[in-house]
């Protein structure tokens, strides 16, 4: 396999990964494409990035596309990743919505292998707790969502390694929320994971409609990953099946300056959130 790959391959490349998916690469990561690519290509047999682009230009079908995705996708994820946001669900955020309400809904976009709604599930859980009776009646579902069929099949196992239960769960939490296997991995208890619904969902071209409206939207760490134009989109229809009185919350690294959009920020603790302006 070539050890470059050209800039004019490069952009055949990286344009059709962002027709699919919305992910937009610049010519200066190009290593870092070349070394998420290469097994696929090796696996497909193709001998170069030249034969592989032109390939792109003809032949690609559903399934390949979904190799792609799945191989150009960072999924890097943890239990109750930066820790902020999930303080400010349980300090402030959850006693809010929970309040004179029946069901909440709640979107974790671009959930990755699960961590994210399973954090948020086991935060509602000690909150419901701790404030019985009196939110004990409420329901509540967490819709996970993730373009790549591969990690959302992981998250929906349930399944996690020892090192990553490592990765943000306390050993309280651990024996709380999960059963530990024959084999060494921890499985996630039923009753947790019955208010999850994991979908497939493109940013790129998702289609609202399929929503319910939703009182908290967690979509951390994904953005980053699209030009200017798809953010707004994504930052436009979020708005669209967000309450009025709900919450966006982004990544820590994350911002909306320079979108068009109708929100104001909230500082809650080290948490930024977005409410609407209404
Ligand atoms: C870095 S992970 C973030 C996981 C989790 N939200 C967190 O903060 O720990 C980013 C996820 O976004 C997903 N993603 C990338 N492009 C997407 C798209 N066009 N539509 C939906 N999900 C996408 C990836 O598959 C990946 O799992």
């Keep these: 396999m070539e050890d470059i790959i050209t800039k004019t391959d490069f952009k055949i490349i990286s344009g059709f990964i962002k027709k699919i998916c919305g992910i937009s690469l610049d010519y200066n990561k190009e290593y870092l494409i070349r070394h998420r690519l290469c097994s696929l290509l090796e696996k497909k047999g193709f001998d170069s990035y030249s034969r592989f682009s032109k390939f792109l230009e003809t032949n690609c079908t559903t399934s390949f596309n979904e190799e792609l995705i799945s191989s ?98 306390d050993d309280e939490k651990l024996a709380q929320y999960f059963t530990k296997q024959n084999n060494g991995y921890y499985k996630i208890k039923s009753f947790l994971k019955e208010h999850i619904k994991f979908v497939k969902v493109n940013f790129k071209d998702m289609d609202i409609e399929i929503f319910p409206m939703f009182h908290l939207i967690m979509l951390r760490n994904v953005l980053i990953y699209f030009c200017g134009d798809l953010k707004t989109k994504i930052i436009k229809q979020v708005e669209n099946i967000l309450h009025e009185d709900g919450y966006l919350i982004i990544g820590s690294s994350e911002n909306l300056y320079s979108l068009q959009h109708n929100f104001k920020y909230e500082i809650i603790g080290n948490t930024y959130s977005f409410r609407k302006i209404v």
């Design 72 to 169: 150009i996708t960072v999924n890097e994820s943890m239990f109750f990743r930066d820790m902020h946001p999930f303080d400010a669900l349980s300090g402030t955020i959850l006693k809010e919505l929970f309040r004179d309400r029946k069901k909440i809904n709640i979107w974790s976009a671009g959930c990755s292998t699960g961590q994210e709604p399973y954090s948020i599930a086991m935060v509602i859980d000690i909150f419901v707790k701790e404030n019985s009776p009196e939110f004990d009646d409420v329901k509540y579902t967490i819709i996970a969502s993730d373009i790549d069929p591969k990690v959302l099949a992981y998250a929906e196992s349930g399944i996690y390694s020892k090192f990553e239960v490592s990765r943000g769960l």
